[in-house]
């Protein structure tokens, strides 16, 4: 299968330290270009068919749902997965290969379980790992980095 890239232009400070590094590769030159970027969008590395999706967050039109329920918060999450995982190459939940859930209350894993059933119910449910942070940006409750498949 023939795969789709898109040159990215490296930030200033990153052209600096790869033309001042010459021991990168030129692949590595190319892995690392645009690696400065934030937010919900896929990267892929090197030749293979994993997208890499981050900092997923439960927004609506660039507003953190911080004062919702921990259980609305994660399904605009994954809506906000659904909707990148369709940008590219028309991915599903299906083609989810490992999801970490962010949670600034790891206690309420319970809480989002049957959200993470619901919404994968028509699929194998993916590995998944939780991990407690501190923090998120805008307050929210929950965040998702996701790896998924290009089939």
Do not use: W
């Amino acid at each position: 299968m023939g795969q789709q890239t898109t040159e990215v232009e490296p930030e200033p400070e990153q052209r600096a330290e790869m033309d001042i590094d010459p021991t990168l590769s030129k692949e590595s030159k190319r892995q690392r270009e645009g690696t400065g970027n934030i937010g919900a969008f896929g990267k892929r590395t090197g030749s293979s068919d994993l997208r890499f999706f981050e900092g997923i967050l439960p927004e609506i039109d660039g507003e953190i749902l911080s004062d919702h329920s921990i259980e609305e918060q994660f399904s605009t999450a994954l809506d906000n997965l659904e909707a990148a995982l369709a940008d590219n190459r028309n991915a599903t939940f299906g083609d989810v290969m490992k999801l970490e859930i962010q949670l600034t209350d790891p206690s309420a894993t319970e809480a989002i379980d049957h959200v993470y059933e619901s919404r994968f119910d028509d699929v194998e449910l993916p590995p998944r790992t939780v991990v407690g942070v501190c923090s998120l940006p805008g307050g929210a409750d929950v965040q998702l980095d996701v790896i998924a498949a290009e089939e």
